[in-house]
């Protein structure tokens, strides 16, 4: 499966920023889709995912903030980033896991919150 990421950027600490990311197949076809974040010199982490059936999992620090949801008809999947604190500051990658299996990560988004 092909990803295409689009969002991230610069904030204020409490603001916004919303990420896209569009998949070259029906997302109904996805195990796992979702984003990820890594800063240096620590491992990456899932900061939030929905499966194929629509259930969502949440990195414990950014619940209540985060939201994910999905476009089927445009198979493309949004990570919506409220009230954002300089901690989030991070590369964001989105994945998928398509019949068990992980795709390639792509380059990332930067994003960077300011306090």
């Known amino acids: 499966v092909q990803l295409q990421a689009s969002g991230g950027g610069l904030a204020q600490a409490g603001g916004s920023l919303r990420h896209a990311c569009a998949a070259s197949i029906s997302i109904s076809r996805i195990n796992l889709m979702g984003w990820y974040r890594q800063v240096p010199g620590k491992q990456r982490e899932l900061v939030a995912g929905?499966?194929?059936?629509?259930?969502?999992n949440f990195l414990d620090s950014v619940k209540g903030r985060f939201t994910i949801s999905r476009d089927d008809a445009k198979n493309t999947v949004y990570l919506q980033m409220n009230n954002l604190k300089p901690e989030d500051t991070a590369v964001y990658y989105c994945n998928a896991v398509v019949a068990g299996v992980m795709g390639n990560w792509g380059k990332g988004t930067l994003v960077t919150v300011s306090s």
């Open positions: 929905i499966s194929s059936s629509g259930s969502t």
